[in-house]
């Protein structure tokens, strides 16, 4: 009887073993797939905000560049200027000057066009930059209107595609069944990627979906990205049957392994992040030179992903991710250590010297990244002399009167401050009388019109003067051409960077340019000998 009873518990105890490790096996794949499906549609959204952002950026750098020439109306100078900026790009369909109205008084091609508001117009961070949907009298065509009001009581207006404010980066398993919907932030459907008509759309609005919304820090527009269930358990499921199958064969076994399988994991982290604990973000060296004495004069500290197999990725990779998600910071910083400690013997007896560093928004939201500068560069042999951080004017301040105070902090450590892509972003001419700052870095966009017939070419002898009327210090970025150089040398300007010079270079080479062409500065005690040498010589001898 007992042996039957014992029999009996053994089958039972067998059962239980072949059905919770089926259970556990469930259970894991369950959560692997909602995590997966979570970071997902959070990636999308992401990446697709990040890339809004920079389309947007560059069609508010076209208008900066239009409103600098001077284009404020219909004549023909000015219908030109327009239709050339649309010509030398692909991003903005149509350029305009907008009437008080919201419509256009002539494009680049010199004709009108009126406009139905499919929504209001929604301001961006910077007051004078708005975002509506239009229609085209006459046409059934949705297109997305930017708009930038400029001081002088007109606007200038762009019209962008669809696509320019949703790339389409939705993978191939989700085409069909997930959805991502780029909106203003007062719901109006900006674009719809896979591309479709919205108004028959089938959303996945089933109980059981992904869902991630990501807002722009800088537009008024936000991106929601949708996925169902199923298209992230397809690829679980061959997993689960094979699991369930074998459950019944090796029982406690399976059991066992499910559950070490199971035991707690370090949390996923962002791919950025692990790269910023792995030191994988090096420094390359973008060397400065003095087009007037032909001196070396520093460098720009330039950002590179070196990954574990030995591959580099350049900033344009990465940078858009790690500003949306808050890691630019953080990635600055272990960037200026990475500096230290391959520059402060180079940099000790070389006070001419200067390291130019990058810096985002965020690093002016407070103090610490003064903070960052005074434990990194403090102790170094580096001085804070020898630092210039650079702020572009690409991407807008979000408070002026902080940043004014961050600046303020770096120039009394001793640290130059720099306006970097000067005239191609938000800030121009405002920025320049807000900040205090001490140098204009001329972009490349700029640059590469000298000695071309480009209407930007005067953009430089603007910034050339009003640096001069300032007490700044001007710097040329992406000089590539001999006869860019003399055009500087011309105009006074000193110090340019550029292919013609160098590229960017990593740490070796960097170190090996600078032995060669910068002498160390003697100790004051050798530089005493010296004179107390040259003294003697100069002495009458005695009879």
């Known amino acids: 009887m007992f042996n039957k009873f014992f029999k009996i518990a053994l089958i039972i105890a067998g059962t239980c073993s072949a059905f919770l490790p089926s259970y556990a096996v469930h259970q894991s794949l369950v959560k692997n797939a909602q995590e997966q ?21 560059r069609a508010l750098g076209m208008l900066s560049e239009l409103a600098l020439q001077g284009v404020n109306s219909c004549d023909s100078d000015d219908i030109f200027a327009m239709r050339r900026m649309v010509y030398e790009q692909f991003l903005v369909q149509e350029i305009g000057i907008v009437d008080s109205a919201g419509n256009i008084k002539c494009n680049q091609f010199g004709d009108p066009a009126n406009f139905y508001e499919n929504s209001r117009g929604l301001r961006s961070r910077t007051e004078n930059i708005s975002i509506k949907m239009v229609k085209r009298v006459g046409s059934s065509e949705l297109r997305s ?27 191939e398993k989700m085409r069909g069944k997930g959805v991502a919907l780029t909106l203003l932030d007062d719901g109006t459907i900006l674009y719809m990627a896979p591309e479709q008509n919205i108004a028959t759309a089938e959303l996945p609005f089933d109980e059981r979906i992904f869902s991630s919304s990501l807002s722009s820090s800088r537009f008024p527009f936000h991106v929601i990205v949708m996925a169902p269930y199923d298209v992230i358990w397809e690829d679980f499921d061959s997993l689960y049957n094979k699991a369930i199958f074998s459950a019944g064969f ?21 791919e950025i992040e692990e790269g910023i604990e792995a030191g994988e973000f090096i420094p390359y060296y973008q060397p400065t030179f003095d087009v007037q004495t032909g001196a070396l004069m520093g460098c720009e500290v330039l950002i590179r992903w070196r990954k574990p197999d030995g591959t580099i990725l350049p900033p344009g990779a990465f940078i858009g991710l790690a500003e949306a998600t808050g890691l630019a910071v953080p990635m600055t910083r272990s960037l200026m250590i990475n500096v230290v400690d391959e520059m402060e013997d180079l940099h000790e007896g070389r006070p001419s010297l200067k390291l130019g560093i990058n810096l985002f928004d965020d690093h002016f939201e407070n103090l610490d990244i003064i903070k960052d500068i005074k434990e990194i560069f403090g102790p170094s042999k580096i001085s804070y002399k020898q630092l210039m951080f650079e702020v572009t004017e690409r991407q807008p301040l979000s408070d002026i009167d902080r940043a004014r105070i961050v600046i303020r902090n770096m120039r009394s450590l001793g640290a130059q401050v720099a306006l970097d892509d000067a005239g191609t972003g938000h800030g121009g001419l405002a920025y320049l009388q807000q900040l205090g700052l001490d140098v204009i870095k001329i972009d490349k966009l700029f640059i590469d019109a000298i000695g071309t017939d480009s209407l930007s070419a005067p953009i430089v002898d603007s ?18 051409e001999p006869l860019q150089v003399e055009y500087l040398r011309e105009k006074g300007v000193r110090l340019a960077q550029g292919y013609l010079f160098a590229k960017p270079l990593p740490v070796d080479v960097y170190k090996r340019l600078i032995e060669k062409m910068v002498p160390l500065s003697k100790r004051p005690e050798e530089r005493r000998k010296e004179q107390s040498r040259v003294t003697q010589q100069a002495l009458p001898k005695a009879a």
């Open 37 to 57: 499906g979570e970071e997902l549609v959070g990636s999308i959204a992401a990446t697709m905000v990040a890339r809004a952002d920079v389309n947007v950026t």
């Open 145 to 171: 209107l930017l708009t930038w009001d400029l001081a002088s009581g007109y606007s200038l207006g762009a019209i962008l595609p669809g696509e320019a404010l949703a790339d389409d980066v939705i993978p």
């Open 250 to 270: 090796i029982g406690l076994v399976l059991w066992l392994l499910i559950l070490y399988a199971l035991r707690p994991k370090k949390q996923r982290t962002n």
């Open 463 to 480: 910034l050339i003067s009003l640096a001069e009327s300032l007490g700044m210090d001007v710097v040329a970025e992406g000089v590539e």
